[in-house]
């Protein structure tokens, strides 16, 4: 079964511009979560998707939003950018939300703003 | 909100010796799950070991273990046996009601041939 991929894995973007990162989880998962992972903040949760509706949500600004289509796929965007969005952003997918399904953890995008 | 605390921000071993990773949390919640994730230099990262907290019994993985202390919110790691390919970032994670995952800011582990 192919793992979690996301695409594209390594993208510049200039301050104010926008980005849109995708998430293709497990065939058969449902609930993609996304994650931010800085040197300074380390790993922070930013929203999780299920059944194409927001679960839940960390503390991250309105500028980044999300979404998940039929197939569960998901894609999360990030608007007028900001030096402080240079990141590895991971997602992950699990079965079913909840209490507990393990999480499976795609390689990352890295984000770069310049 | 849950915080996780992982003190050691970097460890060394020697192949074939034993270490242990320490990670302490905060929570009030009673029924909850505590994991160690492993994320190798560039590659995925992937679940090394679970504990639910409902379980008395410290949860074992091969060579990887766990000493989990409720009261005293505590939930070490130990690797038996080192091997190079243990060298990564571990992170320690909370997930309770809440549901997201809470992590900690983790321990670069380096073992030494």
């Known amino acids: 079964k192919a793992g979690v991929t996301q695409t594209p894995r390594y993208l510049i973007k200039t301050r104010g511009q926008q980005v849109t990162l995708s998430c293709s989880p497990i065939s058969g998962h449902r609930s993609v979560s996304w994650y931010q992972q800085t040197p300074g903040q380390g790993l922070q949760f930013l929203f999780e998707y299920f059944s194409e509706t927001q679960r839940n949500k960390g503390n991250f600004p309105g500028r980044f939003s999300g979404r998940q289509f039929s197939n569960s796929r998901s894609e999360m965007n990030v608007s007028t950018l900001e030096l402080g969005d240079s990141a590895l952003y991971l997602c992950a997918s699990s079965t079913a939300g909840g209490l507990f399904y393990e999480q499976y953890f795609g390689p990352g995008t890295r984000l770069t703003v310049t | 909100a849950q915080t996780v605390t992982q003190s050691q921000p970097e460890m060394s071993v020697q192949e074939a010796e034993t270490v242990t990773l320490s990670c302490t949390y905060d929570?009030?919640?009673?029924?909850?799950?505590l994991f160690w994730y492993k994320q190798p230099p560039s590659r995925q990262m992937i679940l090394v070991i679970r504990?639910?907290?409902?379980?008395?019994q410290n949860a074992t993985e091969n060579r990887f273990s766990v000493n989990f202390q409720k009261a005293a919110k505590s939930f070490s790691l130990k690797i038996s046996d080192s091997q190079l390919g243990d060298t990564a970032m571990y992170f320690c994670a909370f997930q309770g009601g809440s549901e997201k995952l809470v992590f900690g800011k983790g321990t670069k582990l380096t073992v030494n041939p």
């Open positions: 929570t009030s919640e009673n029924n909850y799950y």
């Open positions: 504990q639910e907290a409902y379980k008395q």
